[in-house]
């Protein structure tokens, strides 16, 4: 029972290790030289400004609407209407 114990102690341990890395043919087991190969790597990538490929202008894509009348109010009969229908379609409901 002892030896079952002893591994299950052991691979918890083993689970929070990094491997070694691998790197210009170059392998780092330390873990101070797998940390600055991995800083340096991921510092390389996010230094580089992003070049975008494609680009969509969604003016051409979207219809040309009139929204002009969207800010004007609205009368008190259309209001009323309105409030009339919605309790039409709840009693309905």
Same mark, same amino acid.
């Given at each position: 029972?002892?030896?079952?114990?002893?591994?299950?102690?052991?691979?918890? &341990?083993?689970?929070?290790?990094?491997?070694?890395?691998?790197?210009? +043919?170059?392998?780092? &087991?330390?873990?101070?030289?797998?940390?600055?190969?991995?800083?340096?790597?991921?510092?390389?990538? $996010?230094?580089?400004?992003?070049?975008?490929?494609?680009?969509?202008? =969604?003016?051409?894509? $979207?219809?040309? =609407?009139?929204? &002009? +009348? $969207?800010?004007?109010?609205? &009368?008190?009969?259309?209001?009323?209407?309105?409030?009339?229908?919605? =309790?039409?379609?709840?009693?309905? +409901?």
């Amino acid at each position: 029972m002892r030896p079952f114990f002893h591994l299950q102690a052991c691979h918890k &341990s083993r689970k929070k290790a990094i491997p070694p890395i691998m790197h210009d +043919g170059i392998r780092f &087991s330390v873990n101070q030289a797998k940390s600055e190969v991995i800083y340096n790597y991921f510092n390389e990538i $996010l230094r580089k400004p992003f070049q975008r490929q494609h680009s969509i202008v =969604l003016t051409d894509l $979207l219809p040309q =609407l009139d929204l &002009s +009348g $969207l800010d004007a109010c609205f &009368s008190e009969q259309e209001v009323w209407e309105t409030v009339r229908n919605c =309790l039409v379609i709840e009693r309905q +409901g």
